[in-house]
């Protein structure tokens, strides 16, 4: 068994080190979320103190924990180390424990347990959400640790490409109503540009908001990120933004992150012109995504979460499969039997209550 020493690095210091970032651009399961470039322009969007765990083996820098550490609002402090939560990286950002491919199994595995437990020692509890499609090795290291953990795991659907030789062959992998629908925006003249300029990314910002306000909700990440930190992504090689235009009338974008062995689905919206979305264009963007992302030498496109019937659909019909996503909730077992007997609590009171006072 090796013997791990722990530190604590701030983004600076990180974003200079170039054993870190190698190791990140070599680490199987490696994203975008993981690079000090996102770090950096996720902690300023949201105001979140960010950093790296990192592990040494004596002087030989061997894994890495990206987090971000996210203040709790409505929660008694019986501590101060009790009042944040830390993560690597929030959901649907994929970040979790980061080691040198060259190293054993079992150095792995302490590799993790030691940056793990060092957390535990300053945070109320961790939560990790590693790249599904690639064995991090977490799931074995947590196996081997007394720690309280709680895994909540949903359906990911994730396209192979590394089995695929060329657009051509890519099509052929879409079902048949798919590459219809490919062929029909291009048909119907949809034209995709590949923008880097802030005009664009904020057309795309006010699309997406506009897409996201018409199932009630608001999008998950600020201007600041996705038009002033995307094009820094961009100019970085570790995003692109797709956009389709039909008659200079944007109809639908996408963005995905790229680095590593994966290109990730970030962020998508669309019109609600029905007679512009009958023109396919978001198949039409996937399309070029993935045909971009086979060019580039990627292994695996990921397309994200099925919450939907729809979206089961639309996703699978790439030629995608469905891969379970795991996402780590780390707590000592104290910390994790309060919260369970606050959720009582609250089902207790509510259960209580008459119904015009739940309504309220």
């Not at 070599?26 to 994203?31: C, E, F, I, L, Y």
């Not at 499969?321 to 994790?336: D, F, G, K």
Request: net charge positive; with cysteine; glycine share 8%.
């Amino acid at each position: 068994m090796i013997k791990m020493s722990i530190e604590n690095w701030g983004l600076d210091r990180a974003s200079e080190n170039n054993s870190l970032k190698g190791m990140i651009n070599r680490a199987p399961g490696s994203t975008t979320y993981a690079t000090p470039k996102f770090l950096i322009l996720f902690s300023k969007s949201f105001k979140w103190r960010a950093g790296y765990i990192v592990a040494f083996d004596g002087d030989v820098l061997v894994g890495c924990l990206p987090y971000v550490e996210q203040p709790i609002v409505r929660q008694i402090s019986l501590q101060a180390r009790f009042t944040k939560r830390i993560y690597a990286l929030p959901a649907d950002c994929y970040c979790g424990p980061i080691v040198d491919p060259s190293l054993s199994k079992i150095e792995s595995e302490n590799a993790i347990v030691a940056m793990i437990e060092y957390l535990l020692h300053q945070y109320i509890s961790v939560s990790i959400f590693p790249s599904c499609w690639a064995d991090t090795g977490i799931d074995s290291a947590i196996e081997r640790t007394r720690i309280s953990v709680k895994c909540i795991t949903y359906e990911n659907a994730i396209k192979k490409l590394s089995n695929i030789k060329d657009s051509g062959e890519l099509l052929k992998s879409y079902s048949s109503k798919h590459r219809w629908s490919v062929r029909r925006a291009q048909m119907r003249d949809v034209i995709v540009k590949r923008p880097d300029d802030n005009e664009s990314l904020a057309l795309f910002y006010g699309l997406l908001t506009e897409t996201m306000g018409r199932v009630g909700m608001r999008p998950k990440f600020p201007y600041s990120l996705v038009v002033g930190g995307g094009r820094e992504l961009i100019k970085d090689g570790l995003g692109h933004l797709y956009l389709a235009y039909k008659d200079d009338m944007l109809t639908a974008g996408i963005f995905t992150l790229a680095h590593g062995g994966a290109t990730c689905w970030w962020l998508g919206a669309a019109t609600r012109d029905r007679n512009a979305i009958a023109d396919c264009p978001m198949h039409l963007l996937m399309h070029h995504a993935m045909a971009d992302s086979l060019e580039a030498g990627f292994s695996f496109f990921e397309l994200g979460g099925i919450p939907t019937d729809g979206l089961r659909y639309f996703k699978l019909k790439w030629g995608s499969e469905l891969i379970v996503q795991p996402t780590y909730h780390i707590a000592s077992n104290t910390i994790h039997r309060l919260f369970d007997l606050g959720r009582a609590v609250r089902r207790t009171f509510s259960m209580m209550q008459s119904p015009r006072e739940r309504t309220k």
